[in-house]
């Protein structure tokens, strides 16, 4: 062998292995999610719009609790009381959690005009606590719905025991697709978080 082809034998073994390195570390061809779902507030506080007032008189809305299928970025899928999946192509862009959390806080805004904070360092000062716990939200295979269930929980301070009600909303005739389900989900979150927001501003 001469000492051109020589040298093209070591130039492609080299490429080759440059390229093995590559694929080893960035996954080529991995399709993204065709929809990353995002909850947003069918009611705000108009723009210029502000709340003042002492720390210690502010609504506090703390991160709900949930189980470990609504402790991830897929969307639920309610397939029969015993099993569950995730719906095809199908992101939040964050926890559905804190996003609620969010949008309940932005709502509460909107419905009540009362100063209102998230979660952080102020559980600990606000008059009133809101929490809970988030049971669902999803979608449901059997019924062609999306839920959306939540057990709220309400302290006021120096003002007697826990409040809780449960809240639920349900938009039924939904194709178990990205794009409609990702619609009704935030349709129906928004539906409990205006349901949450009356309880409280009644007192």
Same mark, same amino acid.
């Given at each position: 062998?001469?000492? $051109?082809?020589?040298?093209?034998?070591? $130039?492609?073994?080299?490429?080759?292995?440059?390229? &093995?390195?590559?694929?080893?570390?960035?996954?080529?061809?991995?399709?993204?999610?065709? /929809?990353?779902?995002?909850?947003?507030?069918?009611?705000?506080?108009?723009?210029?719009?502000?709340?003042?007032?002492?720390?210690?008189?502010?609504?506090?809305?703390?991160?709900?609790?949930?189980?470990?299928?609504?402790?991830? &970025?897929? %969307?639920? %899928?309610?397939?029969?009381?015993?099993?569950?999946?995730?719906?095809?192509?199908?992101?939040?862009?964050?926890?559905?959690?804190?996003?609620?959390?969010?949008?309940?806080?932005?709502?509460?805004? +909107?419905?009540?005009?009362?100063?209102?904070? /998230?979660?952080?360092?102020?559980?600990?000062?606000? !008059?009133?606590?809101?929490?809970?716990?988030?049971?669902?939200?999803?979608?449901?295979?059997?019924?062609?719905? %999306? %839920?959306?269930?939540?057990?709220?929980? *309400?302290?006021?301070?120096?003002?007697?025991?826990?409040?809780?009600? *449960?809240?639920?909303?349900?938009?039924?005739?939904?194709?178990? !697709?990205?794009?409609?389900?990702?619609?009704?989900?935030?349709?129906?979150?928004?539906?409990? +978080?205006?349901?949450?927001?009356?309880?409280?501003? +009644?007192?």
């Amino acid at each position: 062998m001469n000492r $051109h082809y020589r040298n093209r034998l070591a $130039h492609g073994l080299l490429a080759a292995v440059a390229a &093995l390195s590559i694929s080893g570390c960035v996954s080529l061809g991995t399709k993204p999610p065709d /929809e990353l779902l995002k909850l947003t507030p069918e009611q705000s506080a108009p723009a210029g719009a502000t709340a003042s007032g002492q720390l210690t008189d502010a609504v506090v809305v703390l991160d709900p609790e949930s189980d470990r299928g609504l402790d991830v &970025l897929r %969307v639920p %899928v309610t397939v029969d009381a015993a099993s569950l999946s995730y719906l095809k192509d199908a992101l939040w862009v964050e926890k559905p959690t804190r996003q609620f959390r969010s949008l309940l806080a932005e709502t509460l805004r +909107a419905r009540t005009g009362q100063l209102v904070v /998230e979660g952080g360092d102020f559980e600990v000062t606000g !008059k009133t606590l809101i929490g809970g716990r988030l049971l669902q939200m999803g979608y449901d295979a059997q019924k062609s719905a %999306v %839920v959306v269930r939540f057990d709220a929980v *309400r302290s006021e301070r120096g003002a007697g025991p826990l409040q809780t009600r *449960r809240f639920e909303a349900v938009v039924n005739g939904v194709e178990a !697709k990205a794009k409609p389900v990702g619609a009704a989900l935030n349709q129906a979150a928004n539906d409990v +978080a205006r349901q949450v927001a009356d309880w409280v501003k +009644a007192g």
